[in-house]
């Protein structure tokens, strides 16, 4: 069992930045594949980015792709997401979520999520 808690979000204004953090317990997340999802108000949850370690294979959201970075830090067992260039479509709450079988874009690939984690953009 991996137990994921998100912070970093908060009140941003547009073309600023943000790092959020996903903080792992239970399980080291060497073994796992990690994604970010969003969600805006009204709107179906969305793939952002996502990562596995071995083999490394990484991947972006258009929306996203060229201002954001899916990083971890394996000593503190935490998985980031950078976004530089905020706009104020990337207002959402921001999940993140653990695969054991590998890295994937869609969300019913993840066996584990965290509560999310507020971010708004203002224009």
């Known amino acids: 069992q991996v137990q994921l808690v998100e912070s970093g979000g908060g009140l941003v204004q547009a073309g600023g930045s943000l790092r959020l953090s996903c903080a792992a317990s239970g399980r080291t997340l060497s073994n796992y594949a990690m994604g970010w999802f969003r969600q805006a108000p009204g709107k179906e949850r969305e793939f952002v980015a996502a990562?596995?370690?071995?083999?490394?294979?990484?991947y972006y959201a258009d929306s996203v792709k060229g201002r954001s970075t899916i990083s971890r830090d394996s000593a503190k067992n935490t998985v980031y997401l950078q976004i530089h260039s905020l706009k104020p479509d990337d207002t959402a709450v921001y999940y993140c979520?653990?695969?054991?079988?590998?890295?994937?874009?869609?969300?019913?690939?993840?066996?584990?999520w965290g509560q999310g984690t507020q971010v708004t953009v203002s224009s």
């Open positions: 979520a653990a695969a054991r079988r590998g890295v994937a874009t869609t969300s019913s690939a993840y066996d584990y």
């Open positions: 990562k596995s370690w071995s083999p490394v294979n990484t």
